[in-house]
């Protein structure tokens, strides 16, 4: 099985708008205003998680924010630094930015952005049948993320990866692009590695070819799992090359190449 490094990752939802995500979606979608929830019409509701005094919310994304509005101006205000929130713990916190995504949920569950920020949060916290509801329900109200990798590989989570090679054969994943794709190449082949299909996960991340001198969290990912599938299927002297390869182009430090590396000396 391609290892939980090699998973698909997004740095951080759109929340925060730090710009990890490339695939952001766009302004435009017109939804009627939502009625106010008296309930989160200001302040903390009752299970909301502490906001940090100096939380902004005016760094949140401007396509998000016009999603936001939607909602009354306070409650637009509540659902930004939340999201803001969530943004921020994703990478170190994963179970803190996924409370603040759903106390976002919880005054605006309309709008997909937020939808999305929770399946993101869910997905980081490998709570894999949440990530997928809530994903799903970010495409069904527009959201224009591509969300069709981390989308498979919840399914793969979920105990099905015959449904993750579906999607990765859909005309959807056919039009996908650059990292996009090479993404759910690395998505489709821990699918084949799941029902122990390893040639055809092999095949499937070498197609096309991998450049061996590209870097970025990508690239490093999809050598990294390249390798890994070339360790189950007992070709340790390639593996070996194929870990330093992921190590070389992990400028980020996402994968944990080098010890691997070092643990087959």
């Not at 969290?217 to 390798?227: F, G, H, I, S």
């Not at 890994?228 to 182009?249: H, I, K, P, S, Y």
Request: proline share 6%; charged share 30%; glycine share 8%.
């Amino acid at each position: 099985m391609v290892d939980d490094n090699a998973r698909h990752r997004d740095k951080s939802p759109r929340a925060a708008g730090k710009g990890s995500h490339k695939s952001w979606s766009g302004p435009g979608r017109a939804r009627p205003r939502q009625p106010e929830d008296s309930s989160h019409a200001g302040g903390r509701g009752r299970n909301d998680p502490a906001l940090p005094a100096d939380i902004d919310p005016k760094r949140l994304s401007p396509e998000i924010r016009r999603e936001l509005t939607t909602l009354d101006r306070v409650n637009a205000e509540m659902v930004a630094k939340h999201l803001v929130a969530a943004g921020d713990l994703l990478d170190e916190d994963p179970a803190a930015a996924l409370a603040h995504a759903r106390a976002a949920r919880a005054r605006s569950g309309r709008i997909a952005a937020v939808r999305e920020a929770v399946g993101i949060a869910a997905y980081r916290c490998g709570d894999w049948a949440q990530a997928l509801a809530e994903l799903r329900a970010a495409r069904r109200m527009g959201s224009k993320s591509v969300l069709l990798p981390l989308i498979a590989d919840c399914e793969r989570g979920v105990g099905r990866p015959e449904r993750a090679i579906e999607l990765a054969r859909s005309p959807e994943a056919a039009q996908l692009t650059g990292d996009d794709a090479d993404e759910m190449r690395i998505v489709a082949a821990g699918a084949r590695s799941d029902l122990g299909q390893l040639d055809r996960a092999l095949a499937t991340l070498s197609t096309p070819p991998i450049d061996p001198a590209r870097t970025g969290e990508t690239a490093a990912r999809l050598c990294y799992a390249y390798a890994d599938t070339l360790l189950a299927l007992g070709r340790d002297e390639e593996a070996v090359q194929w870990f330093l390869r992921a190590a070389a182009a992990d400028i980020d430090g996402v994968t944990d190449a080098e010890d691997r590396v070092a643990g087959l000396d």
